[in-house]
């Protein structure tokens, strides 16, 4: 079996006074696809925000690729491979579509693999090639979606935290980025994926857990879930 990635244990996060993450544990292990979901407001975000630093937490601890990540900003865990896609993309809205994937390099210095991987990602999303100088705060939710995921694989993550990304976008926008999800995951990434969109997210995953005010209430094989009569009545409307 595969080593563990990320492991999480008796996280709990709270806002002032409200409780968001209640203790949560979760654990990825290496080259897996596994989603997490769950109705508005259970927390899924507030977890993501946890793991990649951009929310700090009260007890419980987090560990990638075996070490604590306790503290660490988000750049020194994105130069350690953990990149999240936050919800509402990020792109830098007054830099064109190349400049946004440049950015998504940084931490690299290998000029010729970056400019290769940036053929690699006009491969993947011929839309962003054919607009290339175009300036990324210009372009639709569906193209900025795809840029985020471009700019996040520019890094060469190990670990990718995708936040909705499905939100806000067409039925063939979506099955478009779940289709670069599960190439994604193919090719190596392992992937978080917070979704609203469950029986997609379930289709596409090998493993699911799901969130309740805070909690996890239940998590397994993904196809197992996607049968199973609890997770069909609250999130999958039948
Ligand atoms: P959604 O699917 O709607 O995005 P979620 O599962 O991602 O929901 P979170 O965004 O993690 O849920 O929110 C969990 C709870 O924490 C909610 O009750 C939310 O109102 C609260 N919360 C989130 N961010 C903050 C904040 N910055 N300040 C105060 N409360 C917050």
């Given at each position: ?46 977890t993501m925000k946890a793991i990649t630093g951009l929310q700090g937490w009260a007890a419980g601890e987090v560990e990638y690729l075996g070490k604590s990540i306790k503290g660490m900003p988000s ?33 690299r210095n290998d000029e010729a693999g970056i400019q290769r991987d940036i053929d690699r990602m006009f491969t993947i999303f011929p839309r962003l090639k054919e607009r290339a100088n175009q300036l ?103």
């Amino acid at each position: 079996m595969s080593q563990t990635i990320l492991k999480i244990s008796g996280l709990k996060v709270a806002y002032g006074g409200i409780q968001a993450v209640k203790g949560v544990d979760l654990e990825i292990r290496e080259g897996e696809l596994v989603t997490l979901i769950g109705a508005n407001g259970a927390g899924k975000t507030t977890t993501m925000k946890a793991i990649t630093g951009l929310q700090g937490w009260a007890a419980g601890e987090v560990e990638y690729l075996g070490k604590s990540i306790k503290g660490m900003p988000s750049y020194e865990l994105l130069k350690r491979g953990l990149v999240m896609v936050p919800e509402g993309r990020g792109v830098f809205a007054r830099m064109t579509i190349t400049e946004n994937l440049k950015m998504g390099a940084y931490v690299r210095n290998d000029e010729a693999g970056i400019q290769r991987d940036i053929d690699r990602m006009f491969t993947i999303f011929p839309r962003l090639k054919e607009r290339a100088n175009q300036l990324a705060g210009t372009m639709s939710g569906g193209e900025q979606q795809m840029l985020a995921m471009g700019r996040a694989l520019m890094s060469q993550p190990k670990l990718l935290l995708l936040d909705e990304p499905s939100m806000g976008l067409s039925p063939i926008m979506v099955d478009k980025i779940f289709e670069v999800v599960r190439d994604i995951s193919a090719q190596g990434v392992t992937v978080l994926l917070v979704e609203q969109n469950a029986r997609l997210a379930l289709h596409a995953a090998d493993r699911g857990y799901v969130m309740d005010s805070g909690l996890i209430t239940m998590s397994g094989n993904a196809k197992d879930m996607l049968n199973d009569p609890k997770v069909r009545a609250a999130y999958l409307g039948e």
